[in-house]
């Protein structure tokens, strides 16, 4: 049967792009041929397994519940007595997924790590719409499942909603479609209900997209808001907007158009904050349906901190809708997944964009993007990118469908890939250190030592830097943070190399919880160990 490159002309893309591969930097690997759900939500935790979420009212996954876990479901129009996980845990050392049971729709919802390591995720559709869920992680061999709260839940109902944690461990909750306030869990700053965000009204239009805002928290300890094509600087304390930004040109950025936003990594002296957004879809495509309009390729980076900030603009090497943005141990930025055309929302895009973007901080405008290595499996709406311990990126989901489908020119993708820079090419084995000894538990400002190997002689500074593990959902990865912190140079001691560090300073500079603390020599990063930075 011949194929018809008019009628799948992503296929032709891939084919040209496939004949040069091999000169592009990166490699790929099949982890899982089935995971079961098409993770729309995607989480890793400190104990090195992987929470996967879906939505509920889906009809069947691809895994079942264990016998007698059924649940009763009136908003699913397919099951009623659904038996079916809708959400499942993968364990990165065996690749074995275990399901999950949720009880409400979780689509289009929130989350975010508390300060011990629980995973908060909050909101959702229909009876999933004012829930609070926590997932308390655990060893791989042990049982852990969603709780739902029964004493408590939101003060509004949320979809589409942000959640960003504090500088004192409480998570706000930003945004959601209809609910132009924001609420704090626990909600102690919220007594008497939630509290109006003008801002959110003020940038919705008749598509909407102000949905799942970009929120950053700035090393200040105000956050950085982002709807539609402006942002504002938010005093969370006072609950009060203190600064207004220049509008982003280049269309919409937020869903239904989204493209993506990360901070840089925060060091130095840390008080200097840089975000970037990138991409994004046409404005009308999405009340139009338009699947072939092409996707902005236009990126914004402003220094949210300064007194009189401005958008400094710079075009990617593709227009690129509903990718993610990963912050890798080394500063750098990773641009994955994602469209080419069309709009996120159910049968809304096409032309996938399959070659991932290295985005390099530090160098100067016209440098800064590099093209990595294609991969071959489209991942559009509903897709998530998430930085493993190990120094890989795991690649999740893809439905572009109101229902599981299998048999769509895009269909519901239930592998789990991997894809690794460069940094983790065979050529730099021999300069990739290995964390020998950290402390499992360090305060703001305390000095602690680091001690690492490395096969070849350590030349310059090796570098300890603090990721935390986000929310990846829609594009945007809630909660995302890279901060290096305060080292001097190494010096051998019996064998190995001892690093002296300094701890964060403050909750605003790196929130209360666990971070993958990696060491970084010449550009490659360990593998990280967990720490827990407490106040």
């Not at 998570?171 to 209809?178: F, P, Q």
């Not at 572009?400 to 090419?425: G, I, Q, V, W």
């Not at 305060?486 to 929130?511: F, M, Q, W």
């Amino acid at each position: 049967m011949e194929t018809s490159f008019s009628s799948h002309p992503w296929l032709l893309i891939f084919i040209t792009l496939s004949t040069v591969h091999a000169q592009l930097p990166g490699s790929w690997e099949l982890l899982v041929s089935n995971a079961g759900v098409a993770s729309m939500h995607t989480a890793v935790t400190r104990f090195n397994t992987v929470v996967l979420l879906d939505r509920t009212n889906i009809g069947p996954s691809r895994k079942m519940l264990p016998k007698g876990h059924c649940r009763y479901d009136r908003h699913d129009d397919v099951l009623k007595k659904d038996c079916y996980a809708h959400s499942v845990v993968f364990d990165l050392q065996t690749n074995e997924i275990r399901p999950l049971m949720i009880l409400t729709d979780t689509w289009c919802s929130s989350g975010q790590f508390l300060p011990d390591g629980t995973l908060l995720q909050t909101g959702g559709d229909l009876d999933g719409f004012k829930k609070i869920r926590k997932f308390e992680p655990c060893e791989p061999d042990r049982f852990c499942d969603w709780v739902e709260l029964k004493d408590l839940e939101l003060i509004n109902g949320r979809w589409y909603a942000t959640n960003q944690i504090l500088p004192d461990g409480t998570v706000i909750i930003v945004g959601g479609r209809g609910t132009n306030t924001v609420e704090y869990y626990p909600p102690t700053k919220t007594q008497n209900g939630a509290v109006e965000l003008k801002f959110l009204a003020e940038v919705e239009d008749n598509q909407m997209d102000n949905l799942y805002p970009y929120v950053h928290l700035l090393p200040n300890s105000h956050l950085f808001i982002f709807a539609n094509n402006k942002a504002v600087m938010y005093d969370h304390e006072d609950n009060k907007v203190i600064h207004e930004y220049p509008e982003l040109l280049g269309g919409p950025r937020n869903y239904p158009s989204a493209g993506s936003s990360v901070m840089f990594a925060l060091d130095g002296d840390f008080k200097t904050a840089v975000i970037l957004i990138c991409g994004g879809a046409e404005y009308g495509a999405f009340i139009e349906r338009s699947t072939d309009t092409p996707a902005h390729g236009s990126c914004g980076r402003i220094i949210a901190t300064d007194q009189n900030p401005v958008w400094e603009m710079e075009d990617m090497p593709f227009g690129r809708v509903m990718g993610d943005m990963v912050m890798l141990p080394t500063g750098d930025v990773l641009i994955i997944n994602g469209a080419q055309s069309g709009t996120q929302g159910f049968e809304m895009g096409s032309n996938p964009c399959l070659n991932p973007v290295l985005y390099r901080p530090d160098q100067p405008i016209g440098l800064r993007f590099m093209t990595l290595n294609p991969g071959t499996v489209p991942r559009m709406y509903h897709s998530t990118a998430n930085l493993l311990p190990d120094g890989r990126v795991l690649l999740a989901g893809s439905n572009p469908h109101y229902l599981y489908n299998f048999a769509a020119e895009f269909p519901t993708e239930l592998r789990l890939e991997a894809f690794s820079p460069e940094y983790l090419s065979l050529d730099r084995a021999n300069i990739r250190p290995i964390i020998e000894g950290i402390p499992e538990t360090v305060r703001y400002g305390e000095a602690f030592d680091v001690f690492v190997t490395v096969p070849l002689p350590v030349v310059g500074v090796v570098e300890v830097n603090f990721g935390n593990a986000p929310f990846a959902t829609h594009s945007f990865s809630q909660g995302q943070r890279l901060v290096k912190l305060t080292v001097t140079p190494s010096v051998p001691v019996d064998g190995r190399y001892r690093i002296k560090c300094t701890a964060p300073p403050n909750g605003a500079v790196a929130p209360p919880g666990y971070y993958m603390a990696f060491a970084v020599n010449q550009g490659v990063p360990s593998v990280a160990r967990w720490v827990h930075l407490v106040p």
